[in-house]
């Protein structure tokens, strides 16, 4: 990851406005900055989240709090717990997570 037009910046994430996004089954809020060429976002997935979509962007994603199961296209499963991590490249393994009792993410992609 190339990280560019990115000045230092701070953030209070309790002050970043929430969005909501409907999964499959539950729901994920996500707080948003995006500046320069890239996304950071601290998102939530309530209990029974499921994603709606397969994920072809590159993230570095870590768990917070919680448990969240990532599923890759090939049908293979990665279970994560808070403290662990993933990354992978843009277009690199199609990916989509749930989660039976919900998580907290930090991800920059």
């Known amino acids: 990851m190339r990280i560019?037009?990115?000045?230092?910046?701070?953030?209070?994430?309790?002050?970043?406005p929430v969005t909501e996004h409907p999964g499959e089954t539950g729901k994920a809020v996500w707080r948003t900055i995006e500046v320069g060429n890239i996304r950071v976002r601290m998102v939530e997935y309530s209990p029974g989240y499921r994603a709606d979509h397969w994920c072809s962007r590159g993230h570095v994603l870590l768990v917070l709090a919680g448990?969240?199961?990532?599923?890759?296209?090939?049908g293979t499963t990665h279970t994560l717990r808070a403290g662990m991590s993933y990354h992978v490249a843009e277009d690199?393994?199609?990916?989509?997570?749930?989660?039976?009792?919900?998580a907290t993410l930090f991800i920059v992609d």
């Open 4 to 16: 560019q037009g990115v000045p230092f910046g701070t953030a209070e994430w309790s002050r970043v």
């Open 67 to 74: 448990e969240l199961t990532t599923e890759l296209a090939d």
């Open 92 to 102: 690199a393994a199609p990916h989509r997570s749930f989660t039976q009792a919900g």
